[in-house]
Structures are given as structure tokens and as C-alpha cells.
């Protein structure tokens, strides 16, 4: 059985992300260990909440030290996604820089936060079999459209739905909870 690490710093989807990938036949592992983190075969950081809570969680871990140097295919999901950028508007943090550019918050021209199914234009190595499929979103900051966005959603105007640069992967919606796309997309990944 394939074992699926998932960065453990007590976001509420972690738990939820584990489960879906042992429906679908993976051993998920929940780890804090740096060195359990550091030798995985596939390494997933799931977030929801706020994004400078989420890094002082993950601050022991010392992901910026040794996240760039990762090799093997790693997936950032919601607020994972959010925290792979340069900065966040949210709470003024930096993120770990692995994809240039910002997070901001969507205006309050529409109903914020962003929640419910929407259909994604994905290209790339993620959406194999998923042409302008749904996913679910819960969010209310977004990364704007940037060189690595491989996969677009509209609300209140385009932004990254998605995030692909060499082995990193990101998206901004909870593949967790989007049915057999969602799970499409995991198997995706997890066949990198």
C-alpha cells in the first residue's frame, strides 16, 4: 500500500484529507517529525484557517529551510496553497516563497467567503481527465493569476485555482471534498 505523508500542524482538513485518501486504497500518515517529512515519497500540507496562525504552527518544522530542497511530488491544498506563495494579505505574513506572488482578499463585491462548487480550466499534470471539471471552495483570499497558474476559476473575475512549478503542486480548492474529481485529481497527483 503507497503511504501518502500529510503535514500534520492541527489545520481542521487534515483528518479529512487522510480519510479520503485511505478511501481511495493510500496509507496516509499524519507526521510533525521533520525527518519523517523530509524522506516521503508524497508530501500533502492541507490548511484551512488563517494563514499567520498556520505558519507559527508550522514554524517549528523549519519548512523554510528545507522545502525548496524537496524533491519528490508534494501538494498544497486551500490554505497550503496560500502559504506555498510569497505573501498573504492575510495577516500581513510571508509565505515560503515557492511560487512568486500574492494572496488577497476578494472584495466584498460578492458574497466572501467564495464557498460552493465551481468549474476549474485546468491544464497540466494535474487534471488528467478532468476537463473544466467542479471543485469545492471555502475561501476568502485568493492568489492572483501568476507564470505557475495551472488552473483557473472565476468568482468576481479569474484567479489561480491552481499552482504547478517542477514537483510542487497547489490548489485552492479541497480535492477532499469534491467528489470523484476531487479524487481524480489525487490520483493524479499520487501517480506523479
Not at 505573501?87 to 466572501?112: H, N, Q
Request: a neutral charge; one cysteine or more.
Amino acid at each position: 500500500m503507497q503511504e501518502v505523508v500529510l503535514i500534520d500542524y492541527g489545520a481542521g482538513n487534515v483528518r479529512s484529507v487522510a480519510f479520503a485518501l485511505e478511501r481511495m486504497g493510500f496509507r496516509a500518515v499524519l507526521s510533525r517529525d521533520v525527518e519523517v517529512l523530509q524522506r516521503s515519497e508524497r508530501l500533502l500540507l492541507p490548511g484551512v484557517g488563517h494563514a499567520a496562525a498556520a505558519m507559527n504552527a508550522l514554524a517549528p518544522l523549519g519548512l523554510d529551510r528545507w522545502l525548496k530542497d524537496y524533491k519528490n511530488p508534494f501538494l498544497g491544498i486551500c490554505l497550503g496553497m496560500q502559504l506555498l506563495m510569497s505573501e498573504s494579505e492575510e495577516g500581513d505574513t510571508k509565505g515560503y516563497g515557492l511560487f512568486e506572488g500574492k494572496v488577497k482578499k476578494f472584495p466584498m463585491l460578492a458574497r466572501v467567503p467564495h464557498t460552493g462548487w465551481n468549474k476549474v480550466h485546468g491544464q497540466g499534470q494535474l487534471y488528467r481527465g478532468l476537463e473544466n471539471a467542479y471543485f469545492y471552495f471555502v475561501h476568502s483570499y485568493y492568489a492572483e493569476l501568476n507564470p505557475f497558474t495551472s488552473g483557473t476559476c472565476d468568482y468576481i473575475f479569474p484567479f489561480s485555482a491552481s499552482l504547478e512549478q517542477d514537483n510542487f503542486f497547489a490548489c485552492q480548492f479541497h480535492p477532499e471534498r469534491s467528489g470523484k474529481s476531487g479524487e481524480q485529481l489525487l490520483r493524479n497527483f499520487l501517480s506523479l
